[in-house]
């Protein structure tokens, strides 16, 4: 399974931006896909997931503020940031799993490279 990010950039404090993330290869096997972020010098922390099935999974810091959903015939997953704020400036890691729905990023089997979010005060 290879993952590819995309949609992110430079916005403003208060700006919307969509992320979008192209999964392809092999999804048989894949229930959950899911956003991660990781700002300079922090640890990788969980923004959302989404099952095969549509139940949804949000951080409680982001949550209101965020909107996942999945186009399965496409196999793409998509993340939809409102008010966005400076602090959410961070690289976007899409992840796939096989297993449940998670908020762990060691139980996810396949990640992307990343897309870089940077939004001005």
């Known amino acids: 399974v290879q993952l590819q990010a995309s949609g992110g950039g430079l916005v403003q404090a208060g700006d919307s931006l969509r992320l979008s993330c192209a999964a392809s290869?092999?999804?048989?096997?894949?229930?959950?896909m899911a956003w991660f972020r990781q700002a300079p010098e922090k640890e990788r922390d969980f923004v959302s997931a989404?099952?095969?099935?549509?139940?949804?999974y949000y951080a409680d810091s982001m949550e209101g503020r965020l909107t996942i959903s999945r186009d399965n015939a496409k196999n793409v997953v998509y993340l939809q940031m409102t008010k966005l704020k400076p602090e959410d400036t961070a690289v976007y890691y899409c992840?796939?799993?096989?297993?449940?729905?998670?908020?762990?990023?060691?139980?996810?089997?396949?990640w992307g490279q990343g897309t870089q979010v940077t939004v001005s005060s």
């Open positions: 992840a796939a799993t096989r297993r449940g729905l998670t908020n762990r990023p060691g139980m996810y089997d396949y």
């Open positions: 290869g092999s999804m048989v096997d894949i229930n959950v």
């Open positions: 989404i099952t095969w099935s549509g139940n949804t």
